[in-house]
């Protein structure tokens, strides 16, 4: 299987336009450092060839995945790199033109209208642009003299955040690869909290610990709270499940059932995860209500709005985030919801002293404490990670360039588009609405024929679309007429380019392959 004019239907360098501009020998000197006045001309002409061969494949692209299942993939990588990606002997800039163009041609098209599946946004172009300060300069946040101005402005950054989420001066917070990272060093604060008033457990481990540390959240709370209990040693089972209401938010008063039920010799509540923007469904617990149940047991509030947080930039949507500052600590996926290539989370702490008994580390080679009193002090102890990505840079740009009004009239347009889906999803005969949008996503069927294929012609058709690349829709199981889980298809619409035509032509897509599929199941019968 091969690509009409592709990059990948030989092995590779083909000669490329711009490549054929180029001098005789395409070898890069070895030692080329990207920072120096000679590197940064050859960064910025392999940037441009790059885009050049970006934009090219992307003309030839029908749609966000191309036409090609796993095995075909990977059959044709096979032939452009013949002797592995690991080679002895670099065949030079011809290799990573080949390699961009591949990619391109290849790879999910997130600017297409069609692909709404995950919680992955197009990133913006100041975003990605602005990322190469990253990428040539290689400043690490750990120490002052390791990236003095990407320390300075993660500092910047964090506090601006803080404002926004409605906390106080004493707030600070702290970049992350990810909600899931964010989440966990949340919960290890929060172990940290309940167990240091009883014993040390940094030190002596849970070993011999007498009563059991407790998470609380709702059952549709992201996997990452209960991997984060395994990680921290409390295990899985450590998670006490809250029941949703019909509108997919934590109910509070189970939740007040549920920590009233703990026992004062075996259970320690450790904290409560309330999520801002469910992965699923988009929906929001009632954190207000949640926040006053948590004060009046003394636990720790996490708010996980690693989806939700774009409401922050939101005029509109802001109020759904109201009580999102009694939280003790809250989850940012800045490359969810603010259109920044990943990783960009945050973790912010209400009270900045949350860290130091958990993060907070002097190390001699790093940090010692004349130079931190000297205020040669960098972000290690605020950590998990030693080395660490000036990944606030392009966030940074992001904000200083488009204004959180900017950020924040990319998720009304969103979010305009999912309730579009929802009203051509409820008028079409051959689709049935689960969930309606809180943020930009829906949950929705299609209704088939017979209604005890629906899970596996639900499943079918969203392969078929995948194998066409035509479009990208997501999948999950939701509560079935009979309560039990059944397969849903979801629309998690994070383009805010597309229009509302292009999103009933996903629907159209999603129906045409529904029928497709009941077709071949009929024939297959007959
Ligand atoms: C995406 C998501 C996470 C995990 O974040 P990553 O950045 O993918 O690690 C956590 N919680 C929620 C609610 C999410 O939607």
């Not at 059932?257 to 320690?268: F, G, I, N, V, W």
């Amino acid at each position: 299987m091969t690509l009409p004019g592709s990059a990948l239907s030989a092995p590779v360098p083909a000669p490329t336009p711009a490549a054929t501009a180029a001098p005789a020998s395409p070898l890069l000197d070895p030692g080329l450092l990207a920072a120096a006045p000679a590197g940064l001309a050859e960064v910025q002409r392999l940037v441009r060839e790059i885009v050049h061969e970006c934009a090219d494949a992307l003309r030839g692209r029908g749609g966000p995945l191309p036409a090609l299942g796993p095995e075909d993939l990977t059959g044709l990588v096979d032939a452009q790199f013949p002797d592995g990606v690991v080679p002895r002997a670099g065949a030079g800039r011809d290799a990573v033109l080949a390699l961009a163009r591949a990619c391109a041609e290849t790879t999910v098209d997130l600017a297409d209208p069609r692909a709404a599946a995950h919680l992955q946004p197009p990133s913006l172009a100041v975003a990605a642009a602005a990322d190469v300060l990253a990428g040539i300069f290689n400043a690490s946040v750990d120490t002052w003299d390791s990236g003095p101005y990407a320390v300075e402005i993660e500092r910047r950054l964090v506090k601006g955040l803080c404002e926004l989420a409605g906390y106080g001066p004493d707030a600070d917070g702290v970049l992350t690869p990810g909600g899931s990272a964010s989440n966990l060093q949340a919960l290890l604060i929060a172990r940290d909290t309940a167990t240091a008033k009883l014993r040390d457990v940094r030190g002596r481990g849970l070993a011999g610990f007498g009563q059991r540390p407790l998470v609380y959240c709702s059952e549709l709370a992201h996997f990452s709270v209960a991997r984060a209990c395994a990680v921290l040693g409390l295990g899985e089972d450590a998670v006490r499940t809250v029941p949703v209401d019909g509108r997919h938010r934590m109910r509070p008063e189970a939740l007040d059932a549920l920590l009233r039920r703990a026992d004062p010799d075996t259970d320690l509540p450790v904290a409560v995860v309330a999520t801002a923007g469910t992965t699923d469904y988009g929906s929001v617990d009632p954190l207000p209500e949640v926040a006053a149940v948590v004060r009046e047991h003394g636990v720790r509030l996490h708010v996980d709005a690693a989806y939700g947080c774009g409401a922050l930039f939101s005029e509109r949507l802001r109020p759904l985030l109201a009580g999102v500052e009694e939280a003790d600590t809250v989850t940012l996926d800045l490359h969810k919801t603010a259109w920044q290539p990943a990783a960009a989370s945050v973790l912010l702490a209400r009270d900045a002293a949350d860290f130091a008994p958990t993060t907070g580390l002097r190390v001699a080679y790093l940090n010692p404490d004349d130079d931190g009193e000297a205020g040669y002090d960098g972000l290690l102890g605020l950590s998990l990670q030693t080395t660490r990505r000036a990944d606030a840079l392009k966030v940074a740009a992001t904000f200083l360039a488009l204004g959180t009004d900017g950020v924040g009239a990319m998720l009304d347009a969103c979010h305009d588009l999912a309730r579009h889906a929802e009203r051509s999803i409820a008028a079409h005969p051959r689709l049935a609405l689960t969930a309606g949008a809180t943020l930009s996503t829906v949950v929705f069927r299609y209704v088939t024929d017979d209604p005890a294929a629906s899970d596996r012609v639900n499943g079918a058709l969203r392969r078929r679309l995948l194998r066409t690349g035509a479009a990208l829709v997501g999948r999950t199981d939701a509560p079935g007429a009979d309560g039990r889980p059944a397969v849903h298809l979801k629309l998690t619409l994070l383009n805010p380019r597309t229009r509302a035509t292009d999103v009933d032509g996903l629907l159209d897509a999603v129906v045409r392959a529904g029928l497709a599929v009941e077709a071949i199941e009929e024939g297959s019968v007959a």
